[in-house]
């Protein structure tokens, strides 16, 4: 897993940096992505938690009739972004 938080150079998302982003995420908004076949698909996920520190491991729900569930669940990678206060727009 890596993480870009200044969205400049990606980094390992270490525990500390895990548990740092996930203090202030508490009742935040995340968009998920990935490539699909047909191009990329995202969606907003408010139900995203922490579920490890070490392994970095993260957890969201996502219905099976969204359109964005056949993409997620044969995708590779998954993004997840987690928007910022300064993203409220």
């Given at each position: 897993?890596?993480?870009?938080?200044?969205?400049?150079?990606?980094?390992?998302?270490?525990?500390?940096?895990?548990r740092?982003?996930?203090?202030?995420?508490?009742?935040?908004?995340?968009?998920i992505?990935?490539?699909?076949?047909?191009g990329?698909?995202?969606?907003?996920?408010t139900?995203?938690?922490?579920?490890?520190?070490?392994?970095p491991?993260?957890?969201?729900?996502?219905?099976?009739g969204?359109?964005?569930?056949?993409a997620?669940?044969?995708?590779?990678?998954?993004?997840?972004?987690?928007?910022?206060?300064?993203?409220?727009?």
């Open positions: 897993m890596t993480a870009t938080p200044d969205l400049r150079t990606p980094q390992l998302a270490s525990p500390d940096l895990l740092s982003v996930f203090r202030q995420h508490a009742a935040g908004v995340a968009v992505t990935a490539q699909g076949p047909a990329p698909v995202g969606f907003t996920a139900s995203l938690v922490s579920v490890s520190a070490e392994p491991m993260l957890s969201f729900g996502i219905g099976t969204a359109s964005s569930w056949p997620i669940s044969e995708a590779e990678h998954v993004g997840v972004h987690i928007l910022g206060e300064h993203q409220l727009e």
